[in-house]
């Protein structure tokens, strides 16, 4: 194990404004509101990097454009972006992602988790690992990273 | 003496250590309560403690003895105690400060005591010090704990505060003492009043020579070590202070003190720093700054940006450093930053493309002349010499010559230019030089020789300013907002000097009033600029209102008041007839007399108007009428309280309509639509609410007269009876239905003490039409039961009795014999022994809200009228015919009407006779009967609407009567719940029964029935988070569930795989807030399992 931090310096940026949706709702009770980008962004921006107290929206780690969604074709497909290119960190980043939105998707959905292009040193391997179902499953077997992935999801359900 | 009993009681929770402290607590309140009422003397309170304060146990006796008592004192206060108690008791703690056991008891009361105020019974000097001698002598106080040291702390502070005689008697004991105190403490919050305490020390012993001088070094060696004060501060520490705040609370407090030194030390002193000052002031002011200048409504009366704690502190500096000595204004005037402004005003013409850091030059550099401006009459002069003259220069405005025409250089090309910085730094001094004219009381003090120069200067270039501002006002487009902005702001601020001395003269100022009129009355559309417009003349009103403008007054009378009153008279106008209102309505209500004008402008329009819809049939018109009502309705009676003489006028407008009404005998044409009829009905329910008993007294008699000239009273000798109520239709002419409504609303507004001159004939009058279908006249009806004093018994009589003294031969069986019961003929109606469908309904609704009338006065006849409801709901009659649906519904709803507050009438606003606790009644009388019928109910239609009528007696009653009653409720509420989950068309009633529920579901009342239930709600939760109906059905459901939670975790465990998948099905909802909730509540309900499963 690495006993210092992987990347010990990360830039921080502000957090969006949360944007609140002007509500079309209230006026028919029976319109369909799709699942859509920014629903989805706001389901996973709160993930708490595993190294560092912020958030992977403050990292850019995330971004809303880093979700691609079509919720009639029930797929979802988010790229997220690493602070370094080496980071160990990825696939517990990808992980809680992927979590966190098999606990907030309805399960008709496939959730594809990519790591950005060229933003990682391992990247086939890493998005390979990461869409595995088994070794998905095998992960979260692991009670041991189940505590991280849970730690990271935390402040994302307040 | 119950009080007696249950002190021992009392004190024995008291005294138990191993109690919950909020259990202490309720039991020091108790006795305190019982002190404070006097049923308790101190003594008594004494002597009945006797054992435990001679017990050996030693916390018994710490706890009980002292600090009950003390805490008792803290708690009284207020109270008036003799002062021998008083004495008694201080030197009773006093001894009890050496016995470290009891040491927080004594201390505690010693601050009582000491704390005490005024007449309630004083501490003497001599105790005082008596106090202060055992503290110093016995009390280590480094060696107590943290609470009791903080004690200490308070307990020195107070006694250096409130007694400094004594205090200086004890002289170097005291400073000793304090000394000894604070040596070696770390905490904080005790820390912030020892410092305290050193202040107060050194107050009180200032000489050279003194006790603290002597200790000087001591104390300066154990203050020392605490400084300089490291910052650490630590995340998530919520009580302490971010370092934002810190830096922001030091540049404040340090402005405020420069400012404190420059009112103490005197411009001698200050004279040498004042470039520091001066560069620290302009650094505070641009750093504290934003670029954002609003051109909104809002902010229109502001100055536009924000302005955080720094920057005002820096401002009143700045002001303060003017007003003292004039020569500081050279520092502003001779400052690179402030000469450089007029180049870069001249660069820009429009606010929006300059660069950030211009558009701070030219915000900073305006208030730093406006405040400057605003310290004095001098600092004005100078600034309007030096820059005001340079500004209209840049801005290229001219002035007038002595002969008042303009100069206009031929040969120059100058012409008004629009740099909106300039014009924001014109407007901005303009505003602060107009709060230097003296109001008219001072006036008369100062001799008109010193007119200021400032106010010439001002006067000279008046005209071309209102020029200026008025065409930056006109040549503004719709999608540039800051044209409009400045030029209204401009006139404005021309327009707000006050007084005779006033730069602006008379005509100048209609010319204002004029433009800004013109504005309004030109534009056809809800503009920006029509808003500022409004929003700029309303604040002229109410300036000339509050400085009693007489001469202005005339003015804004003649140019605006008449000219927007007569625009509401006039039907044709390019203007839409709601936005005239809304400017009319706006203008006026700033000053009494624009109302009375206006409300007589409004009743002139209401008459010409209806008169012209009477005769020609022009929809228009009556379109406008409907306007205007609302407008009365919704912009002038809810400022009933703050416009004087408002109800007298509205009272005549009132019985205008009545006479308007009654002076159109034909309407030639019908109407197309209820919202005349809405509106006016709306209009008169409330002037007659809101009028004196006088006037209402006076709108009825004349409301009576109408109706007698019209064709109603021929509804009167209708007889009661069955045969000639059958054939009833709503059959009354426009005019007619229009009279009737109106009168019914009338009725409804009333008061009790309004008078009625025949109330069996309205009686009839209201029972006809409400039996023809007219709801107003139900409701008038139940108004009228509700409100009669004497009249109460005859015209019950004539609802219930005489309608059965008919000929009738079915009902004529001894029907004399109940009142309100299932044998009148009103209530064989409702249970559909004769009549129509139609009829049958209607008779319903009119019992129901007769029934509401009677209930909230708490008449006992309201029993039977809810029997019969009930009957109704039955699906057979006691004559075994089936009753028709739609009759089981409205029998259903009328419990809605009887338990829920009506907007429409019977309530406060509407002087309805309001027993307290009266749903709390109805709800214990009917709910056990709609029990039991549910549980024997014959078809599935009546038990659904049994389950209704139900749900509206259970969610309008006061959440508290449901907890007291959840065991017996819960049951029936579920059953409810499942019963209307079945059809959409109770949705609404389901939502309602539904958070009666959630209610219930946290409450610690209801906890031990919910947990009993704990499946049954499961269950019928689950069902409903997929109810299609309704949304926040779902949403509600997902909550109870994520709610349940809370319940033992034995109880909800075994249902975790049900409530999951229910969720689960939620995640896929079609609304968003669901779906936010269901993975809220799923994540829940996950984490209760032993071993945390990932998905």
């Known amino acids: ?158 | 003496m119950a009080a007696l009993n249950n002190l021992t009681e009392h004190l024995e929770a008291f005294v138990d250590v191993t109690r919950s402290p909020t259990h202490h607590a309720e039991s020091l309140r108790a006795i305190a309560t019982s002190l404070e009422k006097s049923v308790l003397s101190i003594n008594q309170l004494v002597v009945e403690m006797d054992m435990y304060l001679t017990t050996t146990d030693d916390v018994v006796r710490a706890r009980g003895r002292i600090l009950l008592l003390a805490e008792m004192l803290d708690y009284l206060k207020p109270k008036p105690l003799d002062n021998a108690v008083v004495n008694s008791l201080v030197g009773f703690f006093t001894a009890k400060l050496a016995e470290w056991r009891s040491v927080r008891g004594a201390l505690t009361g010693c601050l009582a005591l000491i704390k005490r105020k005024g007449v309630a019974g004083l501490v003497t000097a001599v105790d005082a010090e008596a106090v202060a001698k055992s503290m110093a002598q016995s009390v280590q106080v480094q060696s107590l704990a943290l609470y009791d040291r903080k004690l200490c702390f308070e307990l020195l502070e107070c006694l250096l505060e409130q007694y400094p005689e004594a205090m200086i008697n004890l002289g170097d004991l005291m400073v000793y003492a304090t000394c000894e105190a604070i040596d070696g403490e770390k905490d904080p919050p005790c820390l912030m009043v020892a410092f305290h305490v050193v202040e107060l020390l050194a107050r009180l012993f200032p000489s050279p020579s003194g006790p603290v001088a002597s200790e000087a070094s001591d104390l300066f060696e154990f203050i020392s070590c605490y400084f300089p004060l490291h910052y650490t501060h630590t995340k998530g520490d919520e009580t302490s202070i971010p370092r934002e705040d810190l830096s922001r609370g030091l540049s404040v407090d340090s402005l405020k003190c420069l400012k404190d030194c420059a009112v103490n030390y005197g411009v001698s002193r200050m004279k040498k720093h004042y470039e520091g000052i001066w560069s620290a002031i302009k650094d505070a002011l641009y750093a504290s700054t934003g670029t954002d200048l609003s051109f909104g409504l809002e902010s229109l009366t502001s100055p536009g940006f924000e302005m955080g704690e720094i920057h005002r502190e820096a401002v009143n500096l700045l002001q303060r450093l003017v007003k003292q000595d004039i020569s500081f204004l050279g520092l502003v005037a001779d400052d690179i930053r402030v000469k450089m402004i007029f180049d870069t005003i001249s660069r820009y013409s429009r606010y929006e493309e300059m660069l950030d850091t211009s558009k701070l030059e030219v915000l900073v550099v305006s208030q730093i002349l406006s405040v400057s401006a605003r310290a004095s009459v001098e600092s004005c002069n100078t600034i309007f010499e030096t820059f005001f003259v340079r500004l209209m220069n840049t801005l290229g405005i001219v002035e007038k010559t002595s002969s008042g025409d303009l100069v206009h250089n031929e040969n120059s090309t100058v012409s008004t230019r629009l740099y909106h910085g300039g014009l924001h730094l014109c407007i901005e001094l303009l505003t602060a030089s107009k709060d230097l004219i003296p109001s008219s009381e001072e006036d008369s003090s100062t001799p008109e020789s010193a007119q200021q120069s400032w106010c010439s200067i001002v006067n000279r270039f008046s005209v071309s300013l209102i020029e200026a501002f008025t065409s930056a006002v006109q040549s503004s487009n719709d999608d540039c907002s800051a044209d409009a902005y400045l030029g209204v702001k401009g006139l404005l601020a021309m327009g707000m000097f006050r007084g005779g001395s006033s730069p602006v003269s008379r005509s100048e100022f209609e010319k204002i009033l004029t433009t800004l009129t013109s504005i309004i009355t030109a534009n056809s559309a809800k503009t920006v600029k029509w808003e500022l417009a409004l929003k700029a003349l309303v604040c002229m009103g109410s300036f000339i209102d509050q400085y009693h403008e007489s001469e202005k007054a005339m003015s804004y009378m003649g140019i605006v008041v008449e000219n927007l009153v007569s625009l509401v008279r006039s039907s044709h106008c390019s203007l839409p007839h709601p936005m005239i209102l809304e400017a009319t309505s706006e203008v006026c209500s700033t000053r009494p007399t624009y109302v009375e004008k206006m409300v007589q402008g409004f009743e002139e329009a209401f008459c010409s108007s209806f008169s012209d819809f009477c005769v020609n049939g022009n929809f228009k018109s009556i379109e406008n009428c409907s306007q205007l009502l609302e407008c009365v309705t919704n912009k002038l009676l809810p400022r009933l309280t703050e416009i004087d003489g408002l109800e007298k006028s509205l009272v005549h407008f009132a019985i205008s309509m009545w006479n308007q009404i009654e002076s159109s005998v034909v309407f030639s044409y019908d109407f197309n639509g209820r919202e005349f009829v809405e509106a006016a009905m709306k209009t008169m329910r409330q002037i007659v609410g809101v009028a004196s008993v006088d006037s209402q007294n006076s709108i009825i008699q004349k409301a009576y007269n109408v109706i007698s000239s019209s064709t109603l009273p021929a509804m009167e000798s209708i007889p009661l009876t069955f045969a000639a109520l059958e054939g009833l239709q709503r059959d009354l002419s426009t005019r007619d239905e229009l009279i009737l409504s109106l009168f019914a609303s009338a009725v409804i507004g009333a008061s009790p003490m309004a008078s009625f001159a025949d109330v069996k004939s309205l009686i009839k009058l209201f029972m006809v039409s409400s039996l023809k279908g007219y709801i107003s006249a139900a409701q008038a009806l139940g108004s009228m039961v509700n409100k009669l004093g004497t009249g109460l018994e005859e015209a019950c009589d004539t609802i219930f009795h005489e309608s059965s003294a008919s000929g009738n031969n079915t009902s004529s069986v001894d029907s004399s014999k109940s009142i309100g019961g299932s044998e009148t003929l009103l209530a064989k109606i409702c249970l559909g022994f004769y009549g129509s469908l139609d009829l049958q309904t209607r008779a319903i609704t009119g019992l129901a809200w007769i029934g509401k009338g009677l209930l909230m006065r708490g008449d006992k006849r309201v029993n039977e009228i809810a029997h019969v409801l009930v009957e109704c709901l039955k699906s057979t009659n006691s004559s075994g015919n089936a009753l028709h649906p739609s009759a089981l519904k409205h029998a259903a709803d009328a419990f809605l009407t009887l338990m829920s507050d009506s907007e429409v009438c019977l309530n406060r606003k509407f002087h309805a006779v309001i027993r307290p606790l009266y749903k709390q009644r109805f709800f214990s009388i009917t709910v056990p009967i709609l029990e039991s019928l549910i549980v024997n109910s014959q078809t599935p239609l009546s038990r659904t609407m049994l389950h209704v009528a139900l749900a509206h007696v259970i969610s309008n009653v006061p959440v508290t009567v449901i907890l007291d009653n959840t065991k017996k409720l819960l049951p029936v509420i579920l059953e409810g719940l499942s019963v209307l989950s079945v059809d959409s068309e109770h949705k609404e009633t389901l939502f309602s029964l539904l958070l009666v529920l959630s209610g219930t579901l946290t409450d610690i009342k209801g906890q031990q029935s919910v947990s009993d239930n704990a499946h049954r709600i499961i269950e019928c939760l689950v069902k409903l988070t997929s109810y299609p109906h309704l949304m926040v059905v779902r949403e509600t459901a997902i909550q109870c569930l994520a709610t349940l939670l809370e319940l033992p975790h034995r109880r909800i465990y075994p249902f975790r795989r049900e409530v999951l998948q229910a969720v689960t099905k939620a995640l896929d909802d079609p609304k968003r807030r669901v779906r936010e909730e269901a993975i809220k509540c799923r994540q829940a309900w996950t984490s209760i399992s032993s071993r945390s499963t990932p998905f």
Do not use: W
Not at chain 1, 32 to 57: A, C, K, M, N, T
Not at chain 1, 136 to 155: F, G, I, Q, R
């Open chain 1, 1 to 158: 194990m690495v006993s210092g931090l992987i990347n010990e310096n990360p830039t921080v940026y502000e957090r969006k404004e949360r944007r609140v949706r002007t509500d079309s709702t209230n006026t028919d009770e029976f319109s369909v509101e799709p699942i859509d980008q920014l629903e989805i962004f706001d389901h996973i921006r709160d993930i708490r990097d595993p190294e560092h107290p912020y958030s992977l929206e403050q990292l850019k780690v995330l971004t809303e454009d880093s979700v691609e969604v079509d919720d009639h074709k029930s797929y979802v497909r988010v790229t997220f972006t690493p602070t370094v290119e080496h980071c160990s960190m990825a696939t517990i980043i990808g992980l809680s992602v992927r979590v966190k939105l098999m606990r907030s998707l309805p399960p008709r959905y496939k959730i594809d988790i990519r790591v950005a292009p060229g933003s990682h040193a391992t990247e086939a391997a890493l998005n390979k690992q990461l869409n595995d179902k088994e070794r998905v499953a095998a992960a979260l077997e692991n009670p041991n990273l189940v505590e991280m992935v849970d730690e990271c999801l935390s402040p994302s359900f307040e």
